[in-house]
């Protein structure tokens, strides 16, 4: 059975950090494009980054020097290390896999979503 689960959300202050991890099963992540998403209240599921099977990585202007996709082929787990957090960055999370080769930035050309973690940005 095919399965993505996120984890690693929380509450956090302006300018820390949080590690979030996207585990796994049914499949191997290494032969796919992961890539993270984010939903906030009332917005569109926006693109993070993503990270292709062959270790390229593409960002949102938005979080370029700040965010930083990983996989670990051995746990069969994608990471996404964000530092100096904005409030702006509230919202909902997700994992998700494309099938494809190249990296896309466009929703649709998913196949596969996890569950979403949320991540709170907040003094």
């Known amino acids: 059975q095919v399965q993505l689960v996120e984890s690693g959300g929380g509450l956090v202050q302006p300018g820390g950090s949080l590690r979030l991890s996207c585990a796994a099963s049914g499949f191997t992540l290494d032969y796919y494009v992961t890539g993270w998403f984010r939903q906030a209240p009332g917005k569109e599921r926006e693109f993070v980054t993503a990270?292709?099977?062959?270790?390229?990585?593409d960002y949102a202007d938005s979080v370029k020097g700040r965010f930083t996709i990983s996989r670990d082929n051995a746990k069969n787990t994608v990471y996404l290390q964000m530092n100096s957090l904005k409030p702006e960055d509230t919202a909902v999370y997700y994992c998700?896999?494309?099938?494809?080769?190249?990296?896309?930035?466009?929703?649709?050309?998913?196949?596969?979503w996890g569950q979403g973690t949320q991540v709170t940005v907040s003094s």
């Open positions: 998700a896999v494309d099938y494809s080769t190249a990296i896309s930035k466009e929703r649709h050309e998913y196949n596969y």
């Open positions: 990270v292709s099977w062959s270790g390229s990585t």
